[in-house]
């Protein structure tokens, strides 16, 4: 029911931007959330969107945007000033009951974007 895209190669200091397209019901009532996962590493939060609030993982703030489009329910993940550190398997998650950084306080998951930082 989540289906993300939009990741790939980009050099250090270059920019993406992830989508993530939701199916079969109206999410426009939950909060959506984005995390990632590197290889040997745990699932971590990167970002989140409420109706009335954004959140962000220290390491992204002041580089990374999410934002939502209702109409079209989407959410979306710009990343800008990409860093090698930045590589990673990217989830849109979605959670209805008020969700905040942990993974398992969300109940549906994408699939999975792969974004890859080059130095």
């Known amino acids: 029911q989540l289906q993300a895209s939009g990741g790939g190669l980009v050099q250090a200091g270059g920019s993406l931007r992830l989508s993530c397209a939701a199916s079969g019901r109206t999410f426009s009532s939950y909060v959506m959330g984005w995390f990632r996962q590197a290889p040997g590493k745990e699932r971590e939060f990167v970002a989140r969107?409420?109706?009335?609030?954004?959140n962000y993982a220290d390491s992204v703030k002041g580089r990374f945007t999410i934002s939502r489009d209702n109409a079209k329910n989407t959410v979306y993940l710009q990343m800008n000033s990409l860093k090698p550190e930045d590589t990673a398997v990217y989830y849109c998650a979605a959670g209805q009951y008020f969700p905040s950084r942990a993974t398992y306080e969300y109940e549906y998951w994408g699939q999975g974007t792969q974004v890859t930082v080059s130095s």
């Open positions: 969107i409420s109706w009335s609030s954004v």
